[in-house]
């Protein structure tokens, strides 16, 4: 694979960090219908931040933060984990697909350049802007004009909102400004979403709103294992051979993995108007993805590779 910027990118990673992002639309999913979504985030970012922080001590990882790093550090994780993984989680409850959830969330990085444009005066291309368009039609053609496939206009508006604090939490990545050990960032970002989302979860879900503990517990584990760990470690595999762009190329290819697990794992299909849309906006997204200037300052050796995206 080819990141971007022209750079090869290592096809065993790019094709194993594609699948394990696009995973995450379907453990969610899974997720949530066996527990409720605040307490299922609560338990997996607990669960991520003891592994991210007992992995550095066993790497013997360099803390290199400051009280103000950390504090700056610990906001950009909280927008980026409990409220955006808030957010969609809260979607999935109410019947968002797996495939319209991946589409939505592949449309961030060309929004996060748009926004960098529009608060930041950051040069915008009109192929930027076309590929942005197209990758809305494509959404629009997915939902067609029965809302009620896709959880209602409640659960695709909670799911818009999920994609504009992702594409925000991108932007917020460049306040942090020094580059903090990318497992201690992870683990101090897990660690501060964990405790806000067990408490919203207990007092509007329930001490043990579960349904199904063997299903929650599975999920749960992928979750934080897979999806916020081993994820992390190979977008940093990505981000040191490509750039802080590397990962962000590779999003146009998440809605098709994910409409294809989704079929498999969750029964979910779609009509053939659905599939053009689906193409439409994956081509637009790719377009405008694989040329664009990504809004993260081009990335040194040991940069951390979560100032380019966040984990899935």
Not at 249 to 260: H, K, Q, R
């Amino acid at each position: 694979m080819t990141s971007r910027n022209g750079t090869s990118l290592p096809f065993v990673p790019a094709a194993a960090f594609v699948l394990i992002w696009s995973s995450g639309y379907i453990s969610g999913p899974a997720a949530v219908h066996a527990a409720a979504p605040f307490t299922v985030l609560g338990w997996r970012f607990v669960l991520a931040a003891l592994l991210a922080a007992g992995l550095a001590l066993a790497l013997r990882r360099p803390t290199r933060m400051d009280r103000g790093t950390l504090g700056r550090v610990a906001v950009v994780g909280f927008v980026m984990n409990a409220v955006q993984f808030g957010l969609m989680y809260v979607a999935f409850d109410l019947g968002l697909g797996a495939t319209l959830a991946s589409l939505l969330h592949a449309l961030s990085p060309v929004l996060t350049a748009l926004l960098a444009a529009v608060l930041l005066g950051e040069r915008v291309s009109a192929l930027q802007v076309a590929g942005f368009a197209a990758g809305v039609v494509g959404v629009l053609l997915v939902l067609g004009a029965d809302l009620g496939h896709a959880g209602g206009p409640v659960a695709v508006l909670v799911g818009c909102l999920s994609m504009l604090t992702l594409s925000l939490g991108t932007l917020g990545q460049r306040w942090i400004g020094a580059q903090p050990d990318l497992l201690w960032s992870a683990a101090a970002q897990f660690a501060v979403s964990a405790p806000p989302l067990l408490v919203l979860g207990w007092t509007t879900e329930g001490a043990w709103p579960v349904t199904d503990t063997s299903q929650a517990v599975v999920s749960v584990l992928f979750l934080a294992v897979v999806n916020s760990i081993v994820g992390l470690v190979l977008l940093a595999l990505l981000v040191l051979r490509g750039g802080s762009g590397a990962a962000a190329s590779l999003f146009f290819l998440s809605p098709p993995v994910t409409a294809v697990l989704a079929w498999l794992v969750l029964d979910e299909t779609l009509s053939p108007t659905q599939l053009v849309g689906l193409v439409v906006a994956v081509v637009g997204v790719g377009a405008a993805t694989r040329t664009r200037r990504t809004p993260v300052p081009a990335q040194e050796p040991d940069q951390d590779p979560q100032d380019a995206v966040g984990t899935q």
